[in-house]
Nanobody
Framework: QVQLVESGGGLVQPGGSLRLSCGAS????????MAWYRQSPGKERERVAF????????NYDDSVNGRFTISRDNTRNTVNLQMNSLKPDDTATYYC???????????WGQGTQVTVSS
């Protein structure tokens, strides 16, 4: 079955950086577009970054554009999110998933918590 394992979160000061990683299995990873999502308490989960199956196309939510970079390694079935210039508003649990699987009601991993605070 589909497994998504996120890691790399933590506590960081405003202006700091973190690199999140996600390992995926149970589906043909290299054939799927991937994305990073985040959810804060009391808010809907939102998509913040997207990458095409071959990694040639990316797009970002306006709130993170210019600060976050998504990448993937199709030889290792991993997708990463480099987060720079972090702000308190970036505090959330971060998840990776394939948008197609999300649309089909697929499951989620446990996520990784990012807390930006001084």
């Amino acid at each position: 079955q589909v497994q998504l394992v996120e890691s790399g979160g933590g506590l960081v000061q405003p202006g700091g950086s973190l690199r999140l990683s996600c390992g995926a299995s149970g589906f043909p990873f290299r054939a799927y577009q991937m994305a990073w999502y985040r959810q804060s308490p009391g808010k809907e989960r939102e998509r913040v970054a997207f990458i095409s199956a071959a990694g040639k196309s990316t797009n970002y939510d306006d709130s993170v554009n210019g600060r976050f970079t998504i990448s993937r390694d199709n030889t290792r079935n991993t997708v990463n999110l480099q987060m720079n210039s972090l702000k308190p508003d970036d505090t959330a649990t971060y998840y990776c998933n394939a948008p197609t699987l999300v649309d089909g009601g697929g499951s989620w991993g446990q996520g990784t918590q990012v807390t930006v605070s001084s």
